[in-house]
């Protein structure tokens, strides 16, 4: 059965057949893949009050472990953001009580970014409910494709290049 991307490739493979290979096929793909599993977990932001910025700085604090911290530039390279994204973001996210930001005492040149409590908790209450999100709409895919899609895309990261 066609999916999305397939019109695409069919259009190109008509007007530009160089374009269709398997690099347009797999980089429309993932995007596509990675637009739904993000429009799922994008929903229950609203219900957290949380832009998808917001919520991507809290979950990769929290997601640092005990004592939820890292350092602006840290949060800037795991997130893909520009540091002036990032400022913003964490200048909103201080604003509503949900981080910290301390002055390094080894390192008069850098800061700590801290979840407080409450960030704590909505960090992982938005977790839990983007994933619960994203579980549902992969409900009706077989469980045994959706392990041999995450597999085979994990070697052809590697296979690139991008490793841990």
Known sequence: MPDMVDSILDAWRRELPEVAGI???????????HALLSDAARAPLARFGLSKAEYDVLAVLRAAGAPYRLRPTDLTARLLLSSGGTSNVLRRLHGEGLIIREADPGDARSTWVQLTAEGVEIAEASALAGAE???SLLRDAPAETARAAADALRELLLALGDHG
């Open 133 to 135: 999100a994203q579980r």
């Open 23 to 33: 690099e347009l096929e797999l980089s429309k793909r993932a995007g596509r893949l």
